[in-house]
């Protein structure tokens, strides 16, 4: 009897090895993956750049202001001369709630994400 329990013992201790060392392996593929997600999301916003205090444009629909600021920014753009066409332009998103249009005593602009290609 005494050696049938020194076995179980044995066992029981070699299947609890066994789970630390899989819960080891699966914090350190979790942490791996982490990581590697935070790398794709660090290079996605690599060629990104926020622009400041674009004055919003009064256009009724979002395709029309999200036009404007398009124009605005290759106008910006042609003028630094940094070589940047529409083509180039992924995508550009305005940051934050748009603002109350009866809020016309101070409007507060708020800054546009430019996303280029690579």
Do not use: W
Request: aromatic share 4%.
């Amino acid at each position: 009897m005494h050696v049938v329990k020194n076995q179980v013992s044995s066992g029981l201790e070699s299947v609890n090895d066994n789970i630390n060392e899989v819960q080891l392996l699966q914090y350190n593929l979790s942490e791996t993956r982490a990581e590697a997600q935070e790398q794709r999301e660090k290079e996605n916003r690599r060629n990104n750049v926020v622009l400041y205090n674009i004055l919003e444009s009064n256009g009724a629909r979002g395709d029309d202001r999200n036009k404007e600021d398009a124009a605005f920014c290759l106008q910006l753009f042609s003028s630094l001369q940094v070589g940047v066409s529409k083509e180039d332009l992924i995508c550009l998103i305005r940051l934050g709630k748009r603002s109350d249009s009866s809020d016309q005593a101070r409007p507060r602009p708020r800054p546009v994400t430019v996303h280029f290609g690579s």
